[in-house]
Structure formats: C-alpha cells, structure tokens
C-alpha cells in the first residue's frame, strides 16, 4: 500500500502534526516485505525522526512486525496503527502528550473513519484511484481536519464514541501496558492478524487502573487499499470474518465484547469535527436512555475502578 | 486544616454576599465527600463574607468535610472586588479557583477534573461552563419562580446524592448562552494559577459598581487573552447559579440601565469594546448521561457558528490569530 503508507507517513510528520517537534517522538515503520513496498526515493525523503524497516515474514500476519516495532521502538508512551493505510488528524500527537502530563498511563484512543460516503467493505478494487485522487483535491495536507468532511463513521464504531468502540486504529498507551498484556498475540496468525487489533484493544483497555481517553476532535481515516476486512471483492470475505470471530471469541471465554468503558473526552473540536459529534451524542442519548430504564450501567467495563 | 507546612495544590475562592442558603449549597458542593477523584490535601476553599442580614452560620461550615475557612468581613462598597484580592492573599494553592458569585454549586467533577488540568499545564485556564437552575434564565422568570421553589426543587432531587442531576432543570448561563464551543463571555468558576492572577495584579479593584459590575467578565479576558494560556473547557461538568436576588439576575426595573452602566465600564478597560474570549478551547472530562443533552446543543451551535463567520468571511478564533501575529518575531 505504499500511495496510502505515504499519506499516512506524512500526516505523522512533523510538517503535519501541530504543536510537537521532530525531538517530541518517533515513527516506526515496519514493513513486510511485499511486491509493492515503500519506494527507496519516498525512504530518502522520510523526516528524521522516522526510522523505516522493511522485513521478510513468511506468515500472512502483521503480528510479528508489531513486535519487531515495539522492540525498536524507545518511546515511554506507544502509539499503535497496525494498519499503514490509516491518516491521522494534526493534534493526535500533542494531545496523547498532553494526556500522559495529566494521567498515570492512560489508553488514548483516536476514533477511526473510512474516507467516503460508505465504510470500505461497499466498495470494489476501482474505488483506490477515486479515492487518492479525492485526497489530492481536498488539500488536506493544509488542514488535515478537512478529512472529516469525505468520511463516514468506521465499522469498527458505526455510532460514534458514547458506544463501546469494537477496536481502535490508532491507539496509545504506555510501554508497561503493552509489556502487561506480553505485546502481539502470535496465535493471531490469520490473514491480516485476524481480530488481533480488537483483542489488543480490549486487552489493554480493561486495565480499570488506567483511564481511557478518546480524542472526539482527531481521528485516523482509513484509505481504501484492498484490506482483507474492508474490500468488498475479497475472496472469501465472509469465511474470513467467521475464522477471525471464532479465534477472537476462543480467546474470550467464548464472547468477545467491545470494551464498554466510560470515556474520558479530550481535545479541541474542529468545526469539520461537530457533525461526528452531533451524531455520537444522539445515538449516545438513545443508549444511554435505554440503559437507563433497564436500571444497568452504560460502561459494565468500569466495575472495580478506581 | 492541613498543617502550615503543606500547602493543598488549589485554593478556591468564594465570595458571598447575603445568600445564606445559596452559598450553604455551593459550599455542600464542594465538600471532599462530593467531590470525585479529589483529596481533602489536594484542595481549600477560602470563604470570604461581606457581611448583612443573612451570613452563613460557621458552626455548619465547620461540620463539612473538606479544608474551609470562612472570613466575616466588613466592607461598605458594595463590590466584591476587595473580598476577592484579600482571599487570593490567603491563598496557599498554586491554582486558584474563583467564584465571584457564592450562589453558583459545582457537579462532582470539578475539581477533579481541575487538579488534571493543572497536571497537564500550569498555564490552563480551565473554565467551568455555567447555568441558571430553572428552564430558562432566572432574569426571565415569572414572579411564580422564586428561591423558595427553587430550593425546594433541589431537595427533592436529592443533588448531593448525584450533582449530575442539576442539569436536568437548567438552562445556559448568559455568560455562554450559546453552549460551551462558542467564545465565554463569562465565567462564574474558573480556574487559573496563581502566578497568572499575580501578572494580572489579581482582581481589578476599579470596578466599584454594585455587585462589582462585569468585573467578572474583566477578569476572565484579562487571564486568558495570554498567548501562553491554555483554554480548558470542562464540558461534562457546570456551576448552576441559585436565585438570590442577585444584582443582574433579577428582573427589575432598573437592571437595563445597570447593566449598560456595567457595559460602559467594562468597554473603558478594553479601548472602547469588550469581547468575549475569542480562544478554541480544549474540551476535558466524562460526559454522564444528564450532560450530553447539553455537549449536543453546544456542537450544534458551534456549526452555526462556524457556517455564519465562514459567510462573513471572519475568523472562528480572532483572538487566538491576533495572539500568533503579536508573538511573530
């Protein structure tokens, strides 16, 4: 995916993340080894604070890469995007710094969007080109919030962020955090890790301990790149997506939930931003209403917090 | 009280004037018991008192849980400029809480949520959004609407059991009327830190009119038009002003004038025109099932907003862009 791994690249970079400096953080990028990998010019001009590591893997997971990454990595505070095709709104950075200023070792958690009117998994291989030519017409490399006004919510959280997000494609924690949960699952061999990025997801949000912040103003945007769960045309979609639920659910005393604990809200809101949120609060106000007559707690996950 | 040797991280400045039982309230909200994710070594609450008919009584201050001391003051100038520069000289915290008006009670988040703010940057400005008790503001109220309903209201909600519950008879304060995304006119509780009052010279005390004026509002952009400060918003959380007659919250029959008189001070300090802060602000905290009703009507008001200025061609954040070009070497 090397046209969406250099969009994603730069909406990390310096250039695009506001308020931080190159000496704020780094970027590691590893990348299994494929017949369309990151160009050795794009590698040349990558910011100084990147580090690109391209690798040989014989399996069909990116679960191994992970762990090599983490292990390169020298950072206190983690950040996660277990898929390179996933562009980050300008404040995400500064603000998961401003979090770990504020609380011990929090989960931050940027709500995901698909760019387009419909989640990923509607469209067919020809909606790549429409969508990267989209992307250098919007000038969105100017003001990154402009993504907002090309996207719709991800499937991953169709009702925005006062539901329990299913997974999270941009996600941060601390170094302790991911050393409690023993980092990458290895049994997540699947294709494209399986539902390794939900698991992980809850594995280090349940953690009662630890406060999880959602950054309502910044997302992560998925570009269409042919993805095993987000492309309509993959083979064998729906068997793929039993083989991924059963082995996420074999690891989850046989139900997998989404990890339903109360957010901590953070961050400035974009005027591109409100229209997500006008959403999430009405669908939040109808669950909440429906928790509320049947005398249960919205956030179940929160039991034995303090 | 904590030792003379450790000092709490906040002090909280309330300044009451003849409302007894309003302030009792603000006072209850902000005892350690109701208080969440908040130790009574992390906070005092400097009481000041101008006196009248109706003071608080010390011996129920003195039974609430928390760091109180109330200050029974003598004071004839009919402002309360001069009780709030006197608390800030008690203060020992490092960030200041103030609320100019004693009638206003805090959700349980508050200081919390203020303490995290403070953690994340000592420049924070950390704002409260506020609201009147009662479906509309008190100003507007019919004489049917008075403090004894109000009150009674309040008891049967059971609130100190849930502060959350007061949003479900509210309405936006004047001072953010349009919900909590737009610029803040005012302020009833905010917090800011101490060596930011100190730059300010603490409260103005030119503003001598009754009830202080707009002091309030004087010294809410005094604070935060700084380039250095952070505007925090604490959106799940309020203060709910109680009636108790006070000087631009009852409606009578001279209040138009008053507040003109009040506006007319005010635009003297700011060369010739006030503005509410014009600052994007940082939105923290849990939004409970009662406030999101609230965090939906602000967004939906921020996108009017946002669609007027973008037709007159106007800036969403003046002050934030006048800011940047004054640092501009």
Redesign the interface.
């Known amino acids: 995916m090397p046209l969406q791994l250099e969009n994603t690249l730069y909406s990390l970079s310096p250039e695009h993340q506001q308020n931080v400096t190159k000496d704020d953080y780094e970027v590691i990028i590893i990348e299994n080894s494929s017949n369309n990998t990151l160009s050795d010019t794009s590698i040349k001009m990558l910011p100084k604070n990147f580090r690109y590591i391209l690798r040989e893997e014989c399996g069909v997971s990116p679960v191994p890469a992970l762990n090599q990454g983490f292990a390169e990595s020298k950072g206190e505070t983690i950040g996660i995007l277990l898929d390179g095709a996933r562009m980050l709104t300008p404040r995400v950075i500064d603000h998961v710094l401003a979090c770990n200023r504020m609380l011990k070792n929090p989960i931050v958690a940027v709500p995901a969007y698909h760019i387009g009117e419909h989640e990923h998994e509607n469209y067919n291989t020809g909606r790549e080109k429409e969508e990267q030519e989209l992307l250098k017409n919007i000038n969105w490399k100017k003001d990154g919030y402009e993504l907002f006004n090309h996207a719709c919510n991800s499937i991953a959280n169709p009702r925005g962020y006062f539901h329990p997000l299913m997974e999270c494609n941009a996600l941060f924690c601390s170094r302790e955090s991911i050393k409690g949960i023993n980092v990458g699952n290895d049994a997540f061999n699947l294709l494209g890790g399986g539902s390794y990025n939900l698991h992980l997801y809850r594995s280090l949000g349940l953690n009662t301990d630890q406060a999880l912040v959602i950054l309502p103003g910044e997302g992560s945007f998925h570009q269409f790149h042919g993805g095993v769960t987000t492309s309509k045309n993959q083979e064998n979609r729906a068997t793929l997506l039993t083989q991924f639920n059963e082995q996420l659910n074999s690891h989850w005393g046989g139900q997998y939930k989404a990890l339903a604990r109360e957010p901590t809200l953070f961050g400035n809101i974009s005027e591109q931003a409100h229209p997500f949120m006008q959403t999430a609060c009405d669908n939040g106000m109808k669950r909440f209403s429906r928790f509320e007559r049947f005398g249960e707690t919205p956030w179940p996950d929160d039991a034995g917090a303090h | 009280m904590p030792s003379r040797d450790t000092s709490p991280l906040m002090s909280i400045v309330v300044v009451v004037y003849d409302m007894k039982q309003q302030a009792m309230n603000t006072l209850r909200s902000l005892q350690t018991k109701y208080q969440q994710q908040v130790a009574a070594s992390d906070y005092e609450v400097i009481v000041v008192e101008n006196d009248s008919v109706s003071t608080l009584n010390p011996e129920e201050i003195s039974k609430l849980s928390g760091n109180f001391r109330h200050l029974l003051r003598q004071d004839t100038s009919k402002t309360p400029v001069h009780a709030c520069n006197e608390a800030l000289e008690l203060c020992r915290g490092q960030y200041i809480g103030m609320i100019i008006d004693g009638a206003c009670m805090l959700t349980p988040g508050v200081l919390g949520w203020a303490k ?2 403070y ?3 000592e420049h924070s400005l950390c704002m409260v959004p506020g609201y009147h008790l009662g479906n509309k503001e008190q100003q507007n109220q019919p004489d049917s609407y008075s403090s004894d309903t109000e009150q009674k209201w309040l008891s049967s909600v059971r609130w100190q059991e849930d502060g959350y519950r007061l949003f479900k008879n509210a309405h936006f304060s004047p001072g953010n009327k349009h919900g909590y ?1 737009h610029p803040f006119m005012e302020c009833s509780c905010f917090f800011a830190s101490r060596s930011h009052f100190d730059r300010i010279n603490g409260v103005d005390e030119r503003f001598t009119q009754l009830g202080g004026g707009s002091i309030n509002l004087h010294l809410l952009r005094s604070l935060g038009y700084n380039s250095d400060i952070t505007p925090i918003v604490l ?2 959380e309020g203060n709910f002003h109680q009636v108790h007659g006070g000087v631009t919250t009852t409606p009578t029959t001279d209040r138009e004038k008053r507040i003109k008189s009040f506006s007319d001070e005010l635009n003297s300090h700011w060369d010739g025109q006030f503005h509410a802060l014009r600052r ?8 409970r ?1 009662q406030s ?2 609230w ?2 009507h602000s ?2 008001r ?2 009017d907003r ?1 669609t007027l200025l973008k037709q007159k061609r106007k800036p ?1 954040w003046a002050d934030d862009e006048t800011l940047r070009v004054e640092l501009k070497p």
Request: glycine share 8%.
């Open positions: 995290r703010a953690a994340m940057s995304f959106a799940g994007e602000p940082i939105i923290l905290g849990n939004i099932s999101l009703p965090l939906k967004s939906q921020a996108s946002s969403l």
